[in-house]
Nanobody, 127 residues
Framework: QLQFVESGGGSVQPGGSLKLSCVIN????????IGWFRQAPGQEREAVAC????????RTADAVRGRFAISRDNAKNTAYLQMNSLQPEDTAVYYC????????????????????WGQGTQVTVSS
């Protein structure tokens, strides 16, 4: 069983930046593809970004492409989501998730493949 510690959320004005961190303990992080997802009040959860086991590939959702970037540091068991040019529509609870896999390949933005989930961190963008 994995244990997640998410941090970095908070309140920011439009145009600002935040960097989310997700420390994952309980196994070797390199065994997992990592995804970030978000859920706004009254809306379904949506994918934000994902990254492969060894950072050889990554994907970002259309809504955040060019503004958000996912990364990871397997030695620190930590995944990151750098969020720039934040807008009010980015307000949501952000979750990191892990997908156990056995080969380096493209990650998926389909949340059904993710086996383990963090508790979420709130991001609020308003003036």
């Amino acid at each position: 069983q994995l244990q997640f510690v998410e941090s970095g959320g908070g309140s920011v004005q439009p145009g600002g930046s935040l960097k989310l961190s997700c420390v994952i303990n309980g196994d070797i992080l390199e065994n997992y593809r990592i995804g970030w997802f978000r859920q706004a009040p009254g809306q379904e959860r949506e994918a934000v970004a994902c990254i492969s086991m060894k950072s050889l590939s990554a994907r970002t959702a259309d809504a955040v492409r060019g503004r958000f970037a996912i990364s990871r540091d397997n030695a620190k068991n930590t995944a990151y989501l750098q969020m720039n040019s934040l807008q009010p529509e980015d307000t949501a609870v952000y979750y990191c998730a892990a997908h156990r896999t056995y080969q380096e390949a493209m990650c998926t933005l389909d949340d059904r493949f993710y086996d383990y989930w963090g508790q979420g961190t709130q991001v609020t963008v308003s003036s």
